[in-house]
């Protein structure tokens, strides 16, 4: 499976080989098992204010900025244009919920995930849609020396955001590498259509509830099931990836 699914990415791009140089990480739902209070905060926001929606709804606009989900939401709810101001005054709210919520854990596995990419003499990128401070801020305890502040692209650097590959194109550009020389690692299909249309071979990892043919249908490279599996498989991921031409 990995080794048709290389193949197919070099026939996709018309590329001789994949030398993957830098990994380039989603945080929420791949470093954090944030998503669930992610959630419940964008819920208990945004219910009040009239917007009609569940909250597995939520997961689907996973990897979007905070202006991006908020704008999106009230033009599909009010066909009403919000201002930037606007959607930060909301933001506000929203960031002051989840952070009243239970402290958010590592997600199990991914600091093993991480030392085996760095193992491999593989540079790690963080590439986020976040602006919640209360997580940004806590990398560097939970994952000391893992990102250098030169390698973290957030939604303060990014104008667009997912699913626009912007996020992508710009950790490759800090990472100083081509698309051929990178790994995305997501785990939402908006993430996954956002590294594939940077053209990197794209993982996910499905470590929330949405069915993993989601993730493949977003244009997954490959769809890993759980965040431990996947890191029991980066050393021989990384081997084919290096070995397919």
Request: proline letters at 7%; aromatic letters at 8%.
């Amino acid at each position: 499976m990995v080794n048709k699914a290389i193949k197919n990415y070099l026939d996709k791009h018309q590329v001789p080989c994949i030398t993957p140089k830098a990994a380039l990480i989603d945080m929420d739902g791949v470093l954090y098992d944030s998503m669930k209070n992610h959630v419940e905060a964008w819920y208990r926001t945004l219910i009040p204010m009239g917007i009609k929606c569940s909250k597995d709804e939520f997961y689907l606009y996973e990897g979007r900025t905070g202006n991006s989900t908020i704008k999106y939401l009230f033009d599909k709810q009010f066909n009403r244009q919000l201002t930037d101001e606007e959607c930060t005054e909301i933001y506000a709210i929203k960031e002051k919920y989840f952070n009243e919520l239970p402290e958010i854990a590592p997600m199990p596995g991914a600091d093993r995930m991480l030392q085996r990419i760095i193992a491999n003499g593989i540079r790690p990128v963080l590439v986020t849609g976040s602006g919640q401070g209360s997580l940004l801020d806590r990398l560097d305890h939970d994952y000391p020396d893992v990102f250098a502040p030169a390698y973290k692209v957030t939604a303060y650097d990014v104008k667009v955001g997912k699913p626009s590959p912007e996020p992508y194109l710009m950790g490759l550009s800090k990472a100083r590498v081509n698309a051929n020389e990178a790994i995305v690692i997501e785990n939402a299909p908006l993430g996954v259509v956002a590294g594939v249309a940077a053209q990197v071979f794209t993982v996910a990892v499905n470590t929330g509830p949405i069915p993993a043919q989601a993730l493949t249908e977003a244009g997954a490279d490959l769809v890993y099931p759980s965040m431990p599996e996947f890191a029991d498989q980066v050393d021989s991921l990384i081997e084919s990836l290096r070995n397919t031409r």
